[in-house]
């Protein structure tokens, strides 16, 4: 079973009822595709209920983070497969057709990594914060407070930090860098006058965004070599994303392009956020 049907909640399953189920069957609709993964995927696979999503005002009251970016995903995967190509940002107002689709749907055949965008997503919704304290030798310690937002910072941390610590800084990088890499590539190229973003931690990657991927494939190979990423069992889905970085992001790319560009700052406030 995908992993991230067990984070559907009740509301996601009366609301696919609602949708396909027949007034008298809702019951047992959603008994089934509760309890058969594969009936489950195949009613998601619905356009229907990916253009009922996407038109609701208030989506979030209806379902879960997990089953809006799971149809959102769905759909880009099937445009993808419409396509020839996938379009790659290289300007901050400039994108080149690049044929690669096959490449990318062969990527995203895999349920792990499908699994693994949809909570990455779903993890940038709001704003987390670190509380660590970093030994200073002689029994001193210094407390210091981190955002999970702020990649050069999360960066630094991982580098000078011991595990189990380096490991969470490692994946979050990676993962913030694919994030802005694949809903908010216009923050990443361009002047910095004439940059949409306004959040300060972003100002360091302006115009750098192919630095930002390459960094981002790093990380996620050294988080992939960790000991805790061994225990997780995270070791072979973080390698998959480190060595197909470039194809992961592109249906994030689609997704914001296409079905988020009137939502994403709304859903992701903090990419507006100057501290």
């Known amino acids: 079973m995908r992993k991230v049907f067990s984070k559907f909640s009740p509301r996601d399953f009366q609301f696919l009822a609602d949708l396909v189920g027949e007034d008298k069957d809702k019951t047992y609709f959603i008994d089934l595709v509760t309890r ?40 880009a995967i099937r445009d993808i497969k419409r396509d020839a190509y996938t379009l790659e940002q290289v300007g901050y107002k400039t994108r080149v057709p690049v044929f690669d689709s096959q490449k990318v749907l062969e ?15 779903v993890s940038f919704i709001r704003v987390n914060q670190f509380t660590i304290y970093l030994n200073r030798g002689r029994g001193i310690y210094f407390k210091k407070v981190l955002s999970d937002m702020d990649f050069d910072l999360l960066v630094e941390m991982s580098e000078i930090v011991d595990e189990p610590y380096r490991f969470v800084f490692l994946k979050r ?4 860098a694919l994030f802005l890499s694949g809903i908010f590539p216009e923050q990443l190229f361009g002047e910095r006058s004439h940059s949409l973003a ?17 960094k981002g494939s790093e990380l996620y190979h050294k988080a992939s070599e960790s000991e805790i990423a061994k225990e997780k069992e995270l070791s072979p889905v973080l390698t998959m994303m480190a060595d197909n970085f470039t194809f992961t992001k592109k249906p994030l790319n689609v997704m914001a392009d296409r079905y988020l560009y009137l939502r994403k700052h709304d859903i992701f406030p903090f990419i507006d956020n100057q501290n």
């Open 173 to 176: 990088a990676g993962d913030l």
């Open 36 to 75: 058969d993964p594969d009936s489950l995927d195949l009613v998601l696979e619905e356009e229907e209920i990916f253009k009922k999503v996407v038109q609701s005002e208030d989506v979030f009251v209806r379902i879960s983070p997990y089953l809006y970016f799971e149809l959102l995903l769905r759909q």
């Open 198 to 214: 306004k959040n300060r931690r972003l100002v360091s990657w302006t115009n750098k965004g192919e630095d930002l991927e390459k």
């Open 107 to 121: 990527v995203l055949s895999q349920d792990e990594i499908r699994d693994y965008l949809v909570e990455l997503l």
